[in-house]
């Protein structure tokens, strides 16, 4: 369950309607992606020039809670080299009738997802090296994340990023979870169906089921194959096919014998 305490402090901590209008601020300039509750744009410190990655995202009254909680998530969380950092928030007042805009500023990460790397790579596949270090990197961000009651949810290739320097950084907390610091276990289904753990996949036929910080490292093992294939295992079936599937199936493995021993054990360990 989320911590009560957590959840409590972050209500307090967000009032939503004490953000300023982002108007003369921070610019948008063009989409670039799809965060799990909006669109995610490249903009632009108006003053400075300084770019910056806004996620912009409608605030309903049914999502106004957890728009606070992944604030809040941001706010603790992103001060560590492997998260995109987290510069402030913003509401864009619209006309009576509509909901208002919230601007989620984030850190810019100019070269884009791991995703988007592998599609431009030769093969559709990374090189050995550039696997091991984005995993490390990864690696190094959740422990962050774990080592605070986080669960992140939602790893894979399109939501880990990549600085102009090549630094890597974990974005989209929307739909990250506090953990209760003694029990420590969740029951929620949510996250994207081909990187999601089987005793993730369980919660939604058993509502006893339930899962911890491991289900991260399951995700991090899919993205690694991501990364050596072009895509995650299942990614040519429907997604509710591939949610049937994968708690029955044994873990994926890589499929060619090119990699190395280390590789394919780290991909059979986790």
Same mark, same amino acid.
């Given at each position: 369950?989320?911590? *009560?305490?957590?959840?409590? *402090?972050?209500?307090? %901590?967000?009032?939503?309607?004490?953000?300023?209008?982002?108007?003369?601020?921070? &610019?948008?300039?063009?989409?670039?992606?799809?965060?799990?509750?909006?669109?995610?744009?490249?903009?632009?410190?108006?003053?400075?020039?300084?770019?910056?990655?806004?996620?912009?995202?409608?605030?309903?009254? &049914? &999502?106004?809670?957890?728009?606070? %909680?992944?604030? /809040?998530?941001?706010?603790?969380?992103?001060? @560590?080299?492997?998260?995109?950092? !987290?510069?402030?928030?913003?509401?864009?007042?619209?006309?009576?009738?509509?909901?208002?805009?919230?601007?989620?500023?984030? &850190?810019?990460?100019?070269?884009?997802?791991?995703?988007?790397?592998?599609?431009?790579?030769?093969?559709? #596949?990374?090189?050995?090296?550039?696997?091991?270090?984005?995993?490390?990197?990864?690696? *190094?961000?959740?422990? @962050?994340?774990?080592?605070?009651?986080?669960? @992140?949810?939602?790893?894979?290739?399109?939501?880990?990023?990549?600085?102009? /320097?090549?630094?890597?950084?974990?974005?989209?907390?929307?739909?990250?979870?506090?953990?209760?610091?003694?029990?420590?276990?969740?029951?929620?289904?949510?996250?994207?169906? !081909?990187?999601?753990?089987?005793?993730?996949?369980? #919660?939604?036929? /058993?509502?006893?089921?339930?899962?911890?910080?491991?289900?991260?490292?399951?995700?991090?093992?899919?993205?690694?194959?991501?990364?050596?294939?072009?895509?995650?295992?299942?990614?040519?079936?429907?997604?509710?096919?591939?949610?049937?599937?994968?708690?029955?199936?044994?873990?994926?493995?890589?499929?060619?014998?090119?990699?190395?021993?280390?590789?394919?054990?780290?991909?059979?360990?986790?």
């Amino acid at each position: 369950m989320m911590s *009560r305490d957590c959840s409590a *402090r972050s209500l307090e %901590l967000t009032d939503l309607s004490s953000l300023r209008d982002p108007a003369g601020i921070f &610019e948008l300039v063009e989409v670039v992606g799809n965060g799990t509750y909006g669109q995610v744009y490249k903009g632009r410190h108006v003053k400075t020039g300084q770019l910056a990655a806004i996620k912009v995202m409608d605030v309903t009254e &049914e &999502e106004e809670d957890e728009i606070k %909680l992944e604030i /809040n998530m941001l706010k603790i969380h992103s001060h @560590h080299r492997n998260i995109a950092t !987290y510069y402030g928030a913003f509401v864009k007042k619209s006309p009576a009738g509509q909901d208002d805009q919230l601007w989620l500023v984030m &850190e810019y990460c100019g070269a884009g997802s791991v995703t988007d790397l592998v599609k431009k790579s030769k093969g559709n #596949c990374l090189k050995e090296d550039w696997i091991s270090y984005i995993c490390r990197e990864v690696l *190094r961000g959740l422990s @962050h994340l774990h080592s605070h009651h986080v669960i @992140h949810r939602d790893i894979k290739g399109q939501n880990v990023l990549l600085t102009e /320097n090549a630094e890597v950084k974990l974005v989209d907390f929307g739909v990250s979870a506090q953990l209760d610091r003694t029990v420590g276990r969740r029951n929620t289904f949510i996250g994207t169906p !081909y990187w999601m753990a089987p005793e993730v996949i369980a #919660c939604d036929e /058993n509502p006893e089921a339930t899962y911890d910080y491991r289900s991260d490292i399951w995700s991090l093992g899919i993205t690694a194959l991501e990364m050596a294939e072009g895509a995650p295992p299942l990614c040519d079936m429907h997604p509710m096919r591939a949610l049937f599937l994968i708690p029955r199936n044994p873990p994926p493995k890589l499929k060619s014998r090119k990699w190395c021993k280390k590789l394919v054990g780290f991909v059979e360990s986790v």
